[in-house]
Every structure is written in structure tokens, then in C-alpha cells.
């Protein structure tokens, strides 16, 4: 599968962001993330915008690690 998952996975695994919580921010089904998650289906492009805006409202680091994983881009220093 892509990148999306892979790096879905590890965002949320490194800032202890549940499926579940994902899940309600961006109000989906929790199996949707849960499939994203285990990479057995791939985030469509146009839920990638509602991934990133529910992980800014969660943990604003986790989106900006999320995108430079996803984007295989090195992190920004602040």
C-alpha cells in the first residue's frame, strides 16, 4: 500500500492519537482509519486535507510530522 498508511500508522502510534479519536475529529468510521492503519486500504487524496486538519486540532506536531512522512520531505526545524 502507500505512504498515507505507513505514515498514518506511525503518527499516531509516536503521539498516542487513538483510531478512535482520529476517527470522531474527522467524522468518519473508526474502520476507515482502523483500514488506513493496518494499510489495507489507502486514504483517498481528498481525505488527506481532513487527516491533517484532524490532526492539528489533536496534536499540531503530529500533523506536521504526518505530512513531511507522507510528503517524504525532512520535518521543518523550527
Do not use: C, H
Request: aromatic share 6%.
Amino acid at each position: 500500500m502507500g505512504r498515507a498508511g505507513k505514515a498514518l500508522r506511525q503518527v499516531l502510534e509516536t503521539y498516542g492519537i487513538s483510531q478512535n479519536r482520529l476517527a470522531v475529529t474527522i467524522g468518519i468510521n473508526r474502520a476507515t482509519v482502523n483500514q488506513w492503519f493496518n494499510e489495507t486500504r489507502d486514504p483517498l487524496a481528498e481525505s488527506i486535507p481532513d487527516i491533517v486538519d484532524a490532526l492539528e486540532t489533536l496534536n499540531p506536531v503530529a500533523a506536521t510530522d504526518f505530512l513531511s512522512l507522507y510528503l517524504g520531505r525532512p520535518a521543518p526545524k523550527d
